[in-house]
């Protein structure tokens, strides 16, 4: 069931999600051919209405993040090809994290009938989920053009952000950070204009993982976009970035805690961070990923077909 | 004595300063000076030095070094609060106030006038008129989170529009915050009764106030000027009927914004305070 589609024209494109998590991962104006439109859903959220508001903006692709939350069938009758984009953890081995199994338990959910081909975020999960569904292609979350911001002097004291919630793992890690610093810890709830003014008043961004498991924030390139100093957790994948080079690694509270003293003592020291991991953020721009992306798995599709045809 | 109270306040601007009035009002003349628990007091004094206060409030009995209370040359009075961070780090390696030895050295009740076991006022400047909100009202929680906060808000965080903030907020930005919601949700970090900290301000900015049973009560009245939930299906359940109509609960807000009235820190501080100051003034 797939749309005839213009031969050069625009395409519409929906994005569905979450808005708190994923509008932030979408295209947000029109790039390259593409008119994009966000569709709120979340899990446990009303299929049906998500159905005919998509009908209603007759999109040529459906990007959808967190295929797992997707009411069985949805969109079998959906005219659009449709894409899932796995945003969330799972395990790597068969000794995984309580939080990992609870996710892989979700997964399980997904109807791989209602997507024409699935990404994950992550290629080191695609083992893993590739036991419920075909991964076409791993890639990290884009990051909206709107939040793409030159980097600015570092104020004194640098003002330190962290945007995540609030796990007993990160708790341990920042106690001793909201000791010394007057940190922002926003642990849900902000997106479009109020995320993209708190990142303007901002220099330094943490990135710390749910629990203790590695992984790859979409946060991470979030705030490399907005031009700030990002700290974080080992990643894993790397997705490109260097540690040292385009952010700093800390691997304990006590890391993290020196790292953010060094940077209120002397603002200026990681400048040079700054610029190469916002240099390296090009790499995650919706509006250089998406038409690429979108390319190709029009271009698979219709060369190779797909289980929803 | 002036008419006019000097009281200097010790604390974390995030946890209480929404109680301490950030310019000159009525009877007092209030300064705030950031103090962390574990951090030496020399701040403290400094700041006590230059304000030259008539009394001392501390936020938090152990906050300051019993030596530092002793050092204040004017009377001390502690603010008995609810502990400024998450449950589960009593044995952290990096936080000085986990430290026994540093333990040792903190101020007990013993080393104040008084201390003070009420809930917190609100600085007048936080006092609004019930408003709506363009974009459906939205649902506020600030304060750090807990296993137990979490269990009873996840459900409601991924099925209403609720934003958390868990540490950092005040002055402007926390202003900002409080005009972008019409609810307000508290919650306790553990099973036993309590108060929060930040139920005054809640009701004074005109928020629709969604509470665990207060205990003690501070004079508020469920049903009146504040709901009450006991679950977190009962939360979702309330959020839902508000968003649903959210005019409905408009004469809940205007008696909850009444009722802050008695806990306006302008009447409360100056009345609550002048007797220890008398002293030595």
Redesign the interface.
């Known amino acids: 069931m797939h749309p005839r589609r213009p031969q050069g024209g625009p395409l519409r494109v929906a994005f569905v999600g ?1 808005t708190t998590f994923f509008q932030a991962c979408s295209l947000q104006a029109p790039a390259a051919g593409l008119i994009p439109r966000f569709f709120e859903f ?3 959220g009303d299929g049906e209405a998500l159905l005919a508001d998509l009908r209603s903006f007759v999109p040529h692709i459906a990007i959808v993040f967190r295929p797992e939350v997707v009411p069985p069938g949805l969109f079998g009758e959906l005219a659009a090809v449709t894409l899932g984009f796995l945003s969330e953890p799972l395990p790597r081995g068969d000794d995984a994290h309580a939080d990992l199994q609870r996710r892989m338990r979700d997964l399980r959910q997904t109807d791989a009938a209602n997507f024409d081909r699935v990404v994950s975020f992550d290629p080191l999960i695609a083992a893993t989920a590739g036991e419920v569904l075909a991964i076409w292609r791993s890639l990290a979350l884009p990051v909206a053009d709107r939040f793409f911001a030159p980097v600015t002097p570092m104020g004194h004291p640098p003002r330190v952000l962290f945007v995540g ?2 796990t ?1 793992h990160r ?2 890690l ?3 950070v ?2 010394d610093h ?9 997106s479009g204009d ?1 995320l993209a003014e708190l990142m303007h008043r901002h220099d330094v961004a943490l990135n710390l993982h749910n629990e203790n498991y590695p992984s790859f924030e979409n946060r991470v390139s979030l705030h490399l976009a907005a031009g700030h100093l990002v700290i974080s957790e080992a990643l894993d994948p790397q997705h490109g970035l260097e540690p040292g080079i385009d952010y700093l690694q800390v691997n304990n ?2 890391e993290l ?1 020196r790292a953010l003293n060094v940077v209120a003592r002397f603002p200026r020291v990681h400048h040079r961070v700054r610029v190469r991991g916002r240099r390296k953020a090009e790499g995650f721009r919706a509006s250089r990923v998406y038409p690429r992306l979108i390319a190709d798995l029009l271009a698979d599709v219709d060369a190779f077909g797909s289980p929803r045809s | 004595m002036t008419d006019t109270l000097r009281v200097s306040f010790a604390g974390r601007a995030g946890e209480t300063g929404h109680a301490v009035p950030a310019a000159p009002v009525p009877g007092l003349d209030a300064s705030f000076v950031e103090h962390r628990a574990g951090r030496p007091g020399s701040r403290v004094l400094a700041h006590v030095a230059e304000h030259d206060p008539h009394v001392v409030v501390v936020f938090g009995v152990a906050s300051l070094p019993a030596e530092t209370v002793r050092a204040i040359g004017v009377p001390v009075v502690a603010w008995a609060t609810a502990p400024d961070r998450p449950p589960g780090l009593e044995h952290h390696p990096d936080l000085p106030d986990c430290d026994p030895r540093h333990r040792a050295g903190l101020a007990t009740a013993a080393d104040y006038e008084r201390v003070i076991d009420r809930p917190l006022p609100v600085a007048d400047e936080h006092f609004a008129t019930p408003r709506r909100t363009d974009g459906g009202p939205r649902a506020l929680v600030i304060g750090h989170s807990s296993p137990r906060l979490e269990a009873l808000l996840i459900d409601s965080k991924h099925r209403h529009e609720v934003l958390h903030v868990a540490a950092g907020l005040h002055g402007e930005a926390l202003a900002a915050v409080l005009a972008s919601a019409e609810i307000a949700i508290d919650v306790r970090d553990d099973d036993g009764p309590g108060f929060g900290p930040r139920v005054a301000l809640y009701l004074a900015a005109g928020l629709l106030l969604l509470s665990e049973p207060l205990h003690p009560p501070g004079g508020l009245r469920p049903g009146e000027d504040h709901l009450e939930f006991r679950s977190s299906a009962e939360l979702v359940e309330l959020l839902h009927r508000v968003r649903a109509d959210p005019g409905a609960f408009h004469a809940i807000r205007e008696q909850g914004r009444l009722s802050a009235e008695a806990l306006r820190a302008s009447r409360v501080l100056p009345e609550l305070l002048a007797p220890f100051a008398s002293a030595s003034a």
Request: glycine share 8%; hydrophobic share 45%.
């Open positions: 979450q979340r899990a446990g919630r609030s007993p708790e341990w920042l106690a001793p909201k000791l007057d940190l922002l810890h926003v642990a849900f709830g902000l109020e509270a006590s805690r």
